[in-house]
C-alpha cells in the first residue's frame, strides 16, 4: 500500500461524521488535501493491503503541493513541469467547526 486519494487544486474541504459534524478547511489559494482511514506510517508498513488495520479516526493532510512521482525506481522520472522547485513558498488555510446543513 502507498498513500493515495490525493486531490489537488481545491480551495475547501470538509470531514463531517454521519450526522454531518466535523470541520471545514479552507485555503488562500489552493490546496492539495486526503482523508484516510490510515496513517502515512501504517501505509509504509504495510507490505500487502490486507495488513492495514482501518482506524477509527480519519487521517487528514493538507499540504500545498506535492511532487509528480513518475515511474521512480522502475522507470522514468516525473515530467519537468511536475518537479517541485527547492524555494521559499507560503500556504495558508483556515480549520474552523462546521455544521453541514441538507
Not at 525506481?73 to 519537468?80: E, L, Q, R, Y
Request: glycine share 8%.
Amino acid at each position: 500500500p502507498q498513500d493515495c486519494g490525493n486531490r489537488t487544486a481545491v480551495r475547501w474541504a470538509s470531514v463531517t461524521n454521519h450526522s454531518g459534524v466535523g470541520l471545514l478547511i479552507k485555503a488562500k489559494n489552493h490546496m492539495n488535501f486526503s482523508a484516510l482511514h490510515y496513517t502515512p506510517l501504517d501505509l509504509h508498513k504495510a507490505n500487502h493491503p490486507y495488513e492495514l488495520t482501518k482506524r477509527k479516526s480519519t487521517i487528514l493532510t493538507v499540504d500545498m503541493n506535492q511532487c509528480g512521482l513518475g515511474g521512480g525506481s522502475c522507470g522514468p522520472p516525473p515530467m519537468k513541469r511536475y518537479i517541485l522547485p527547492a524555494e521559499e513558498s507560503e500556504f495558508s488555510y483556515s480549520i474552523q467547526p462546521w455544521l453541514r446543513s441538507w
